[in-house]
C-alpha cells in the first residue's frame, strides 16, 4: 500500500521568531519513503536537524515577520496491516523494566499520575495483568469522553478531561497514559499521521492524530483511546510522555496559525492532487504550542 501525506501550514509573526517543528516522518518509517519533497519554507530560510532526548527529528529554523509557510509532500509505502494485537502479552514487573523504559511510568506535564492514582486502582486494580487491564482503561477513556474539534484546549490536562468527559485525540491518549501509569504499566505519547483508510468515509477525515504506546512483553504495543480499534496506515512522527515533548510547532515567541492543511490517503484511490482540506483554527491551536 502506497500513502500520500503531507502538510501546508502557515503562521503570522510580528517578529523574526525562532521555530522548532517535529513534523519529520520518524526515523523508523524512512526507508518506507518511496519519493518526497524537501521541507520548503516561504520566505525561503534555512533550517537544520537534530534529534531530541527521545530519538526524535527536530527541524529548526528562524520565521521572519509576516508570514511563514511550510509545506512537505511525500509517498510512503505500508504494509496494509492494521495496528498488531497481541491478548497474551503480559506486563512485565517494574523490576524488570529496561532503564529507558522506566520514565514512562512517572507523572508528566500533562499525565498527573498523583491525582490519579487512587482513581485507577478503584477501578483497575482487580482487572487481570497485561493487555486485558490495558484494553479496559482504553474502553473506560473511550466512554467517558466525547470527542469534538471544539473541546479543543491546550492546557487540559488528563485530570481535567476525566472531569469534563469532553476533548480530542492528545486528551484521549494522556487520560489513558496517565491511568496505565497508575497502574505501574509504562505508556508514551504518540504523534503522526492517520488517514480514514480501511473505515468508513468520514465528514471530517483525519490526518495529524495522537495516540498512545504501551510496553508489554518487552516491547511497545499501539492503543488509540480516541477511537478503540486497529487501524492501518498509521505514520508515526514523534514521541515522548505528552504533548509537552512533541508539538508538532513550537514556537519561541507569539504566533497566529493562519493555515493548516493536512493530507494522508491510500495512493491508488487518488490519483490526482492531494485533496488538502482546512482545519479550524481552534482545532490547530490543539497539536501547535
Not at 526524535?56 to 508570514?67: E, H, K, L, V, Y
Not at 509545506?71 to 497481541?86: I, T
Not at 504523534?191 to 490526518?207: E, H, K, Q, S, T
Request: aromatic share 10%; with cysteine; hydrophobic share 35%.
Amino acid at each position: 500500500m502506497l500513502i500520500r501525506l503531507g502538510y501546508e501550514i502557515a503562521i503570522e509573526c510580528q517578529q523574526q521568531t525562532p521555530i522548532i517543528s517535529l513534523l519529520e516522518i520518524h526515523e523508523e518509517r524512512q526507508a518506507d519513503i518511496k519519493r518526497q519533497t524537501r521541507v520548503l519554507t516561504s520566505p525561503s530560510v534555512p533550517s537544520s536537524v537534530y534529534n531530541d532526548r527521545y530519538g526524535n527529528a527536530c527541524r529548526r529554523f528562524s520565521a521572519p515577520a509576516g508570514t511563514f509557510r511550510i509545506l512537505y509532500d511525500a509517498v510512503v509505502e505500508d504494509s496494509g496491516e492494521p495496528d498488531e494485537v497481541n491478548t497474551l502479552a503480559k506486563e512485565t514487573p517494574v523490576d524488570d523494566l529496561p532503564p529507558d523504559v522506566l520514565g514512562y511510568l512517572l507523572g508528566s506535564r500533562y499525565c498527573e499520575t498523583d491525582h490519579m492514582s487512587g482513581l485507577a486502582w478503584s477501578l483497575f486494580g482487580h482487572m487481570p495483568p497485561g493487555w486485558a487491564r490495558v484494553q479496559a482503561i482504553v474502553d473506560y477513556v473511550h466512554n467517558r469522553l466525547s470527542f469534538g474539534y471544539g473541546y479543543a484546549r491546550s492546557t487540559r490536562t488528563a485530570a481535567q478531561a476525566h472531569e469534563e468527559q469532553v476533548g480530542v485525540c492528545r486528551d484521549f491518549a494522556h487520560l489513558a497514559i496517565t491511568l496505565c501509569r497508575c497502574m505501574n504499566i509504562p505508556a508514551r505519547y504518540v504523534n503522526g499521521y492517520l488517514g480514514d483508510i480501511g473505515v468508513p468515509a468520514d465528514p471530517a477525515p483525519m490526518d495529524f492524530s495522537a495516540w498512545m504506546e504501551v510496553f508489554l512483553d518487552g516491547k511497545w504495543y499501539t492503543f488509540d483511546p480516541r477511537h478503540n480499534k486497529a487501524r492501518i496506515g498509521r505514520v508515526v512522527l514523534a514521541r515522548g510522555r505528552d504533548a509537552t515533548d512533541v508539538p508538532l510547532l513550537h514556537s519561541f515567541g507569539p504566533h497566529n496559525l493562519s493555515l493548516f492543511k493536512v493530507w494522508t490517503y491510500e495512493q491508488e484511490s487518488h490519483p490526482a492532487k492531494p485533496p488538502l482540506h482546512g482545519i479550524d483554527r481552534t482545532v490547530g491551536a490543539q497539536i501547535l504550542a
